[in-house]
């Protein structure tokens, strides 16, 4: 018998072990920006929420409550231009169940072949392996040539490097899968944090000409919302899709909590909140951006989302050594692929006072 644990490869994060210790040892303790966790309070309005929403004892709808699928609607509404109705929309536990369970529970394996940005969120590639598909890495649909690909994973703003996809790109994807019958899947959880360029949804009419066929949006509430302990997101497009999912979810028992839907509607209807998170982000962001520049370092992309993708013009491993002795912890970008071998990945959250120890230390 084969194992699923058999198809997986060893977990990455094991190998940051002996940098953080490094890192923990310093006298002014560790600046840990490796792992973009919030860290900044839950907002009062989602408190207030789940406070009012205990008294659930029934088991929650695999689609979520009306209220809350109307909830994302508006949202997506005013936030992604995109015009979407209950059929459009289904609640997940978090993004990255979604993202790992996505090529499983659209039916594919081993005939499929998923397509993965050349430099992407692990979980893609994972997601890939647990459906036992074919994965090909690679940043261009031109130099797939004839492949058969059944679904394409597109992430802007990216994780790790920022990178914000345009309008005409997204649209030439989306083109080019109809043409094949490929699902296009865009994560899309950093969304409402774009700082040098406006982030674009697949599910915006520019890019798909107004039709939802063949196009899938993953967005979550952890990085917007500082809600990655309640374990909420969505995936929004072809109601199609969207449909077939459920189905399969339902058997699966995949279920948001209900005190969690309720909460979650209160992040999604208040804009306030977001706006004051980002602010916290964004001055975050140009103190370290300043530091790690006047430290030799260059940044690439990062016009977007929770991450500066930051070299020194050396081998990944090095720059996270170099950094660990300063007592800061980042994550080496071979974790996201081959191609980001001479990247760091340096992430905004934490808190301003340790933002500012890294800062001092870095002018060393």
Request: glycine share 10%; hydrophobic share 45%; aromatic share 8%.
């Given at each position: 018998m084969t194992r699923l644990a058999d198809r997986l490869p060893d977990f990455p994060w094991d190998r940051l072990a002996p940098y953080g210790e490094v890192a923990r040892s310093h006298p002014g303790g560790i600046v840990n920006l490796s792992v973009g966790t919030p860290v900044d309070p839950v907002p009062a309005v989602v408190q207030e929420a789940l406070a009012a929403a205990t008294d659930w004892p029934g088991y929650p709808t695999n689609w979520g409550t009306p209220a809350l699928r109307d909830a994302i609607c508006r949202w997506a509404g005013r936030t992604l231009h995109a015009d979407l109705d209950h059929a459009n929309v289904l609640p997940t536990v978090g993004s990255k169940e979604l993202v790992s369970l996505l090529p499983l529970l659209l039916g594919l394996g081993a005939d499929d072949t998923v397509v993965i940005p050349e430099i992407a969120y692990p979980t893609y590639d994972i997601g890939a392996r647990i459906s036992g598909s074919r994965i090909v890495v690679s940043d261009s649909t031109l130099a797939l040539g004839p492949e058969r690909v059944s679904l394409v994973w597109l992430n802007t703003p990216s994780n790790p490097?920022?990178?914000?996809?345009?309008?005409?790109?997204?649209?030439?994807?989306?083109?080019?899968?109809?043409?094949?019958?490929?699902?296009?899947?865009?994560?899309?959880?950093?969304?409402?944090?774009?700082?040098?360029?406006?982030?674009?949804?697949?599910?915006?009419?520019?890019?798909?000409?107004?039709?939802?066929?063949?196009?899938?949006?993953?967005?979550?509430?952890?990085?917007?919302?500082?809600?990655?302990?309640?374990?909420?997101?969505?995936?929004?497009?072809?109601?199609?899709?969207?449909?077939?999912?459920?189905?399969?979810?339902?058997?699966?028992?995949?279920?948001?909590?209900?005190?969690?839907?309720?909460?979650?509607?209160?992040?999604?209807?208040?804009?306030?909140?977001?706006?004051?998170?980002?602010?916290?982000?964004?001055?975050?962001?140009?103190?370290?951006?300043?530091?790690?520049?006047?430290?030799?370092?260059?940044?690439?992309?990062?016009?977007?989302?929770?991450?500066?993708?930051?070299?020194?013009?050396?081998?990944?491993?090095?720059?996270?050594?170099?950094?660990?002795?300063?007592?800061?912890?980042?994550?080496?970008?071979?974790?996201?692929?081959?191609?980001?071998?001479?990247?760091?990945?340096?992430?905004?959250?934490?808190?301003?006072?340790?933002?500012?120890?890294?800062?001092?230390?870095?002018?060393?």
């Open positions: 490097t920022g990178r914000v996809l345009g309008v005409e790109h997204l649209a030439k994807v989306v083109e080019w899968a109809r043409s094949r019958g490929a699902v296009v899947a865009s994560d899309e959880c950093y969304f409402e944090l774009g700082w040098d360029a406006e982030p674009v949804s697949i599910l915006d009419p520019r890019v798909n000409g107004g039709s939802l066929e063949g196009v899938l949006a993953v967005h979550s509430l952890s990085k917007r919302s500082n809600l990655a302990g309640y374990r909420e997101g969505f995936v929004l497009g072809d109601p199609a899709i969207v449909g077939s999912l459920l189905e399969a979810r339902k058997h699966m028992g995949l279920m948001v909590p209900g005190p969690v839907q309720d909460a979650s509607i209160a992040a999604l209807d208040d804009d306030v909140h977001v706006a004051e998170q980002r602010a916290r982000y964004g001055a975050r962001r140009l103190r370290l951006r300043r530091a790690l520049e006047s430290a030799g370092f260059t940044i690439e992309h990062s016009e977007a989302g929770l991450y500066l993708w930051s070299t020194r013009g050396e081998n990944c491993w090095d720059t996270v050594r170099w950094l660990s002795e300063r007592g800061i912890l980042v994550a080496p970008g071979e974790f996201y692929g081959a191609a980001g071998h001479l990247f760091v990945r340096i992430a905004l959250t934490e808190t301003d006072e340790r933002i500012d120890a890294a800062v001092e230390r870095l002018a060393i």
